[in-house]
T-cell receptor, first 114, second 116 residues
Framework: DTGVSQDPRHKITKRGQNVTFRCDPI?????LYWYRQTLGQGPEFLTY????????KSRLLSDRFSAERPKGSFSTLEIQRTEQGDSAMYLC????????????FGDGTRLSIL | SQQGEEDPQALSIQEGENATMNCSYK?????LQWYRQNSGRGLVHLIL?????REKHSGRLRVTLDTSKKSSSLLITASRAADTASYFC????????????????FGGGTRVLVKP
């Protein structure tokens, strides 16, 4: 169990640029989640996958956001035309798909928009 | 949007003292989970309590759940400086259509400072 890995840990970019984050879940976990956390707040759900299928998306996930999980392994979260309000920590988590399983989080990608 | 409130927002105690924090939520749940987050890091799962359970222990942690009041509490006994972190409760909402284990809805957290 090597844990959930996220890359990069930090990303600084100018407003209007596109960014992509990667998450590698724990290998035997079918479910993968993306959350966003702003300073001083709890994480907010963005989207989740069961294997390669994206099963739910939050209304926070505007059309500038897209997430994929090809082959049901790693996942990417892309933000197009970034805005100041996108500055946040983006957290990935994974879990088994049995009832009542805890989610295991990565250390996140901190995005700063200049 | 956040599921509910955590109380207090911040807590400062001396090493060896107990720390208690509370969480309220709004909807029916499958389970409630507590997580710890150190500054700049991801969340670490501490304990999960199911909706049909009232109390659960894990080491120095004690969690209670009152589904009639839609509230939970986390007690950390004999605190240590290493317990300094933010603590979040998160609910796995009951959904009659989808299977359990979907998104978690987090509270705003309690920031705990344990002074040596």
């Amino acid at each position: 169990d090597t844990g959930v890995s996220q890359d990069p840990r930090h990303k600084i970019t100018k407003r209007g640029q596109n960014v992509t984050f990667r998450c590698d879940p724990i290998s035997e976990h079918n479910r993968l989640y993306w959350y966003r956390q702003t300073l001083g707040q709890g994480p907010e759900f963005l989207t989740y996958f069961q294997n390669e299928a994206q099963l739910e998306k939050s209304r926070l996930l505007s059309d500038r956001f897209s997430a994929e999980r090809p082959k049901g392994s790693f996942s990417t979260l892309e933000i197009q035309r970034t805005e100041q309000g996108d500055s946040a920590m983006y957290l990935c988590a994974s879990s088994r798909d049995r009832v009542g399983q805890p989610q295991h989080f990565g250390d996140g990608t901190r995005l700063s928009i200049l | 949007s956040q599921q509910g409130e955590e109380d207090p927002q911040a807590l400062s105690i001396q090493e060896g003292e107990n720390a208690t924090m509370n969480c309220s939520y709004k909807t029916s749940i499958n389970n409630l989970q507590w997580y710890r987050q150190n500054s700049g890091r991801g969340l670490v799962h501490l304990i999960l309590i199911r909706s049909n359970e009232r109390e659960k222990h894990s080491g120095r942690l004690r969690v209670t759940l009152d589904t009639s009041k839609k509230s939970s509490s986390l007690l950390i006994t004999a605190s240590r400086a290493a317990d300094t972190a933010s603590y979040f409760c998160a609910t796995d909402a009951l959904d009659m259509i989808k299977a359990a284990g979907n998104k978690l809805t987090f509270g705003g957290g309690t920031r705990v400072l344990v002074k040596p």
